[in-house]
């Protein structure tokens, strides 16, 4: 599958960002600090979005809860 996937749902990021695809959810991740990429929350996040482009199927559900998640213990989402 891809990395340009479109999850099922977008994830929010703050009031007015969304990310759409799997490909966008990894540039956020990449974009963020290097000592917050290492937390085990993006870490899984990151995984689940490999998976996700390697094997497609419910592993892109998996890859936005992940990022949901991530977000949601980075204090980042709104």
Do not use: C
């Not at 799997?22 to 540039?27: G, I, K, N, S, Y």
């Not at 937390?39 to 592993?59: F, K, P, R, S, Y």
């Amino acid at each position: 599958m891809p990395w340009s996937t479109a999850f099922d749902d977008p994830v929010r990021v703050g009031d007015k960002r969304e990310l759409l695809t799997l490909q966008q959810a990894a540039d956020y991740i990449m974009q963020l600090p290097e000592d917050a990429q290492h937390d085990v929350h993006w870490q899984t996040a990151i995984e689940t979005l490999i998976n996700a482009a390697e094997t497609g199927g419910g592993w892109v559900m998996f890859a936005r809860i992940a990022m949901l998640r991530a977000l949601n213990a980075d204090g980042r989402r709104k």
